[in-house]
């Protein structure tokens, strides 16, 4: 195989690695308002959570009835996200934290601790 040949397929290999990253890297922005069905032993929540993607930080809003409007701070790496709720520091302040998966650019699906107090499941979806 001669130098320019090999010097080309190695340049087309790179060109075709730096797009499907740069294709995940998209994909994966959650930025965006998403309602959560949150399941639990005593229920169904639906709240409502705005979140901003900045690289792989994650910040934003969470609103429900039960909790009302709460800061939220977190991560998203690969396929996974998590993120926390603010702790309000009231007497029946729990913190909450999520974690789960990407399904596509417009779903999700996980897991809430609730502070070592028992948990749940969730799907989300993003609001169009």
Do not use: C
Not at 20 to 39: N, P, Q, R
Not at 73 to 84: A, I, N, T
Not at 112 to 122: E, L
């Amino acid at each position: 195989m001669t130098r320019t040949r090999r010097t080309f397929l190695a340049l087309i290999a790179v060109a075709l690695a730096s797009t499907v990253a740069l294709a995940a890297v998209v994909a994966h922005d959650l930025t965006g308002t998403w309602t959560f069905i949150v399941v639990t032993e005593n229920g169904t929540g639906t709240p409502t959570v705005t979140l901003k993607q900045e690289g792989e930080k994650l910040t934003g809003t969470y609103a429900s009835q039960m909790l009302g409007t709460r800061a939220l701070e977190g991560s998203v790496k690969g396929d996974s996200m998590r993120f926390v709720l603010a702790n309000t520091g009231g007497a029946d302040a729990v913190t909450l934290t999520y974690v789960g998966a990407i399904v596509d650019k417009d779903n999700l699906k996980g897991v809430v601790d609730f502070g070592g107090m028992g948990g749940a499941t969730f799907t989300a979806v993003r609001k169009q």
